[in-house]
């Protein structure tokens, strides 16, 4: 059975770094989206993606965030510029249009 | 705005009990309701949604639009249900697909 991949499966950076998470979605989906969880909070969503283009954000998802299709099959998450809070377990999913979502196992992410 | 809540962080049955893991949610409209369930060190998977109506490993789940609620329930629990189980709701139209989820209920059942 088809399965959402994510890498790495833990980055450890330092505070102000560029990080990028990649996700490769299930090869027929269309939909694509992130979503992050802070240690002991629940799942947030931050951006969904379709058509190449963000479709829609949370308000976490500001200037530093950014979501990239390179090559039509990586799906990635960028953040220009790390701070401590960001430190968390994100979470990559992807489905077609009338599906659910199928998730990542998750990147989990620890900023120093 | 959506909102979904898991009044309970921990569940703790025996094998063989029946087990009620509660969900209520806010939205203006008519959502979708989902169970996902995490076992240990393993990723999120979709256990119901509420459109189809299935019963998935003994777990059912009925959306009662009145009290704006979604609980599982499942008649006699068993050790390998224990896992963490988050209730998700997504809105229809341009927000179909976005997720929100719940704070989750971590379910234990003791042998």
């Known amino acids: 059975e088809p399965e959402v991949t994510q890498t790495p499966s833990h980055q450890v950076t330092q505070m102000g770094q560029e990080v990028i998470l990649r996700c490769v979605p299930i090869s027929n989906h269309l939909y694509f989206y992130w979503y992050r969880q802070i240690l002991g909070q629940k799942v947030e969503f931050l951006v969904s993606?379709?058509?190449?283009?963000?479709?829609?954000k949370s308000e976490i998802f500001d200037d530093q965030f950014s979501v990239e299709r390179p090559d039509g099959s990586n799906f990635t998450l960028k953040i220009r510029s790390t701070k401590l809070e960001d430190s968390a377990m994100y979470f990559c999913?992807?489905?077609?249009?009338?599906?659910?979502?199928?998730f990542g196992p998750g990147t989990r992410l620890t900023v120093l | 705005a959506q909102r979904v809540t898991q009044p309970e962080k921990l569940l703790s049955v025996f094998k063989g009990a029946p087990v009620e893991l509660k969900c209520n949610y806010s939205y203006s409209g008519s959502p979708e309701l989902f169970w996902y369930v995490q076992y240990s060190r393993q990723r999120l998977q979709l256990l119901l949604r509420?459109?189809s109506r299935e019963s998935i490993k003994g777990f059912t789940a009925d959306l009662n639009k009145g009290e704006t609620s979604f609980h599982l329930k499942k008649p006699f629990a068993q050790e390998e249900d224990s896992a963490m189980y988050y209730c998700a709701l997504s809105g229809r139209g341009t927000s179909y697909g976005k997720l929100t989820f719940g704070q989750g209920t971590i379910l234990t059942v003791h042998p």
């Open positions: 999913a992807s489905r077609t249009i009338t599906d659910t979502q199928y």
């Open positions: 993606f379709y058509n190449n283009e963000i479709s829609e």
């Open positions: 509420h459109i």
